[in-house]
């Protein structure tokens, strides 16, 4: 009687086992049956530019990005070095900061890989004052300070020379130095510094030679304070710039097209009224 019952014991737990493992197996889906959810992945583009008036102009461009699928993460920095720094280490896909002249300067003292992807817009560098409310009125051995890096301080020799403060010398261009000059009948005190610091020598310098974003950082309107201010033709387009070989890749491309659309254009020339010119 006792192995009877066993027996039945053992059948019952069997059956019970095999019962629950059917009924698992039935309710498992299977790969047939699943569908994987849709991929909401976005691309994401990080760019390293400056607050003004570069980083305004890429907001305009990511709202056209969204819709493409690229989420566009903008860093703003405030001076020319570390971007290009940032861009060849790989820590961002892009930079929009410098013009040609600039870029061409530091990749060759710096060794980098970097390369031009389009124009944007110019931003005619101009001579402010603080001390002055004309040209004529500059004193005999008055302090002007210049950007120091060796493309911003050459345009802004030649900016000066075009005003007719100083003479440089003939073969000269973009990388003049203030030892190229060759006549300075003012006897002017021409001081190389920072370029983000050259809105704050205006309290100090009879002149300073600023390059528009700064200038319109602190609150300056170029066509309205400069006493002189480069023509509208200038060759130094702002550009958006990337490691070489990436030109090509799909998500640089659509910021490209983004970064040079109608209603980038629209925003830059109605935002900056002629301060900002669309180089594109």
Do not use: W
Request: charged residues 20%.
């Amino acid at each position: 009687m006792k192995k009877l019952l066993f027996a039945l014991l053992s059948v019952a737990a069997i059956s019970t086992v095999l019962t629950a493992c059917s009924q698992k197996d039935e309710s498992a889906p299977t790969a047939s049956t699943t569908s994987a959810p849709a991929s909401t992945t976005e691309t994401v583009l990080k760019v390293a530019a400056s607050p003004v008036p570069h980083a305004e102009i890429l907001q305009v461009a990511k709202s056209l990005l969204q819709k493409e699928g690229i989420d566009l993460q903008i860093v703003q920095m405030t001076d020319y070095v570390r971007p290009n720094i940032a861009l060849a280490e790989k820590d961002v896909d892009a930079n929009f900061t410098q013009h040609k002249p600039y870029l061409d300067n530091f990749v060759q003292k710096h060794k980098m890989q970097l390369t031009p992807v389009v124009n944007i817009h110019v931003e005619p560098m101009g001579v402010y004052s603080n001390k002055v409310k004309s040209l004529s009125e500059v004193p005999d051995g008055g302090l002007v300070t210049i950007p120091n890096d060796v493309s911003n301080g050459g345009r802004a020799l030649l900016l000066l020379q075009k005003a007719g403060l100083i003479k440089l010398k003939a073969d000269t261009g973009i990388s003049a130095t203030v030892r190229d000059i060759v006549d300075n009948p003012k006897h002017l005190k021409i001081t190389p510094i920072d370029a983000p610091q050259l809105p704050r020598t205006l309290n100090d310098a009879t002149l300073a030679v600023i390059n528009t974003n700064f200038a319109l950082e602190a609150k300056l309107v170029p066509t309205k304070d400069a006493l002189f201010i480069e023509e509208k033709d200038s060759p130094y387009a702002n550009i958006l710039v990337v490691r070489t070989g990436d030109e090509h890749r799909e998500a640089i491309q659509k910021l490209k097209q983004a970064m040079t659309s109608p209603e980038v254009k629209k925003f830059i020339e109605e935002k900056y009224q002629g301060a900002i010119i669309p180089a594109f």
